[in-house]
């Protein structure tokens, strides 16, 4: 089992680009999230879904889209970047939503410029 | 919404000394989970607490969740350079709050 994996592993935008973070788990797991992690800020969800077709908002969504039209992948979108979402994001996937634990895959580091 | 405090933001200690991080909630959890990350790595899940007063040890890692499952701890004993990172708290509401709410993290540096 390979996990959760996240691609790219670096990535570098220009204001106003747009692009794709994936995410793909083999685990069967139902709930899969994302989270972007600043320094001194924690690990803060973006959006998140509970089964395939199933996608809501965390607590910072505003610039982001995702999909989940299959168990295993849960791409993250960047409609029109900009220098606040320079991060780092982490996919995460459990069992169930039922606070479960999560397996995070290793990270997308992101500039924007 | 809700809000986990975790304290202290940062912690230097001495290779063989002990370190303690609490994870603090207003309100009561349904669970609580400790989550270790290393420099340049992701979080990686370390155990779960569910039940008031619960104890669980790890080798020199002591958890301990609070009787009113409101607060929580991390201690570890005798600490090695390995232990090096950062170690989030991660609470459960339940209900409509059905994500895991994560704190900010102590970070953990050990001088050899």
């Known amino acids: 089992n390979a996990g959760v994996t996240q691609t790219p592993k670096f990535q570098v935008l220009k204001t106003g680009q747009s692009m794709t973070l994936q995410c793909a788990q083999d685990m069967n797991h139902e709930y899969m999230s994302w989270y972007r992690q600043d320094p001194g800020m924690g690990l803060r969800l973006i959006h998140y879904s509970v089964g395939a077709g199933i996608t809501d908002q965390g607590e910072v969504p505003n610039g982001y889209n995702v999909s989940r039209s299959t168990t295993e992948d849960f791409p993250l979108r960047l409609l029109s970047a900009a220098p606040s979402q320079t991060s780092v994001y982490f996919c995460a996937s459990s069992i169930d939503r039922v606070g479960s634990p999560l397996h995070f895959g290793n990270g997308t580091r992101l500039t924007v410029t | 919404g809700q809000q986990v405090m975790q304290i202290p933001q940062y912690q230097h200690v001495q290779e063989g000394e002990d370190f303690t991080t609490y994870c603090n909630s207003s309100t009561t959890l349904s669970n609580i989970q400790w989550y270790k990350q290393r420099p340049g790595g992701h979080p990686v899940f370390l155990i779960q607490?569910?039940?008031?007063?619960e104890v669980k040890k790890q080798k020199r890692l002591t958890f301990q969740f609070g009787e009113a499952k409101k607060n929580s701890s991390l201690h570890i004993t005798a600490t090695q350079t390995t232990d090096v990172g950062t170690y989030f708290c991660a609470a459960y509401y339940g209900g409509s709050q059905g994500n895991l709410i994560f704190g900010k993290g102590t970070k953990l540096s050990v001088k050899p």
């Open positions: 607490l569910v039940k008031s007063g």
